[in-house]
């Protein structure tokens, strides 16, 4: 069985610190992991994805995360947090090859930024 | 621009009306996907087509229908509008099966009364 969890539904961070979203999967395959964003009253973007290459994620708008084997983990950071990245933030777990529509969405991560 | 485009963004339904949602890609993408969004449950996949004339259910089919004429139109038809159906939906398309994510339309915003 495959799943996704969002370890934190809500996280608040001061403009300027640091990100971290975390996120943990089980999957009984080697997975594709993806983290979108969602913007308020906007459509969901994709904002990177692993797919076996390198284990270190570079994404959009200064986001990256890493896939941990060993931890089931791929959670997202990003060094410096900008109001502009208020949003809610999910990560989703799929098969490498997905002949079907066999994608997970985990429930989602609010994050507000505190100026 | 290329992308998703969902239209209407809002609607407002009185029960058992009948409606359809229109989505449109232009990537030439195979597959695409309709999710409903509803806070506290996620994404929930209504249906699905992995190219044009073949369709498959979704986690929460009832209610509503889907066709693939083209490789390009995925419309949602809602049989008969009920207040359980008020939530965002989402049109979703992907170039195929391969570690591809997938491009999402900006939603339409649905309220049946």
């Known amino acids: 069985a495959q799943s996704v969890t969002q370890l934190d539904s809500h996280v608040s961070v001061s403009e300027g610190t640091p990100v971290l979203l975390r996120c943990n999967y089980s999957?009984?395959?080697?997975?594709?992991l993806f983290w979108y964003v969602q913007h308020p009253n906007k459509g969901l973007q994709l904002l990177l994805k692993?797919?076996?290459?390198?284990?270190l994620v570079k994404g959009i708008n200064g986001f990256e995360a890493e896939f941990k084997k060993s931890e089931t983990s791929f959670h997202l950071t990003k060094p410096s947090a900008h109001m502009s990245d208020a949003a809610e933030y999910f990560c989703?777990?799929?098969?490498?090859?997905?002949?079907?529509?066999?994608?997970?969405f985990g429930t989602g991560t609010s994050l507000t930024v505190i100026p | 621009n290329a992308g998703v485009t969902q239209t209407p963004k809002f609607q407002v339904l009185k029960t058992g009306q009948s409606m359809t949602l229109q989505c449109a890609q232009d990537?030439?993408?195979?597959?695409m996907s309709w999710y409903r969004q509803d806070p506290g449950m996620g994404l929930r996949l209504i249906h699905y087509?992995?190219?044009?004339?073949?369709?498959d259910q979704g986690e929460v089919p009832n209610g509503y229908n889907v066709s693939r004429s083209t490789t390009e139109d995925f419309p949602l038809r809602l049989l008969s509008a009920a207040p359980s159906q008020t939530s965002v939906y989402f049109c979703?398309?992907?170039?195929?099966?391969?570690?591809?994510?997938?491009?999402f339309g900006s939603g339409t915003r649905l309220t049946v009364v």
């Open positions: 999957s009984s395959y080697s997975p594709s």
């Open positions: 979703a398309s992907r170039l195929g099966p391969l570690n591809y994510g997938y491009t």
């Open positions: 989703v777990v799929s098969p490498p090859i997905n002949t079907g529509n066999q994608f997970y």
């Open positions: 692993y797919t076996s290459a390198a284990t």
């Open positions: 087509s992995v190219g044009a004339g073949i369709t």
């Open positions: 990537m030439n993408h195979e597959y």
